[in-house]
């Protein structure tokens, strides 16, 4: 697929908390769906990742028991001076499977490249 855009969907409607570290190894909080927009929007930026992962608000599915839910779409990258667009390459969701994963950062290192091991 090569590089990859992400645009993750976060469902604001959502009640509910997932515990789960920011960061591996980072001690896990406790994070309701506001929060795990605000952390991301904060890793993002802290990775410089703007122009390739960005965060929307909308149904993330997962709508029959407490959330937080996360869905992320994957795109192409553009080629220079080219538009982005909004057709996805691929999905994946984390309804109800926050809680299992090693940290809220692995939504993004586990979606942006094609190599596993990056």
Excluded: F, Q
């Excluded at 992400?6 to 994070?31: D, F, K």
């Excluded at 538009?83 to 309804?95: I, M, N, Q, S």
């Amino acid at each position: 697929m090569g590089p990859r855009r992400l645009v993750i969907t976060v469902c604001p409607r959502e009640p509910g908390v997932v515990s789960i570290p920011l960061r591996p190894g980072g001690p896990p909080e406790r994070l309701d769906a506001a929060a795990i927009v605000r952390e991301l929007r904060g890793l993002v930026a802290e990775r410089s990742l703007g122009d390739r992962v960005s965060l929307v608000e909308g149904c993330a599915g997962g709508c029959g028991r407490p959330g937080p839910n996360v869905g992320v779409t994957l795109h192409s990258v553009p080629r220079p001076g080219e538009r982005p667009d909004h057709v996805a390459l691929g999905w994946k969701t984390y309804v109800y499977s926050l809680g299992s994963l090693p940290s809220l950062a692995t939504i993004v290192d586990e979606n942006l490249t094609d190599d596993p091991a990056a």
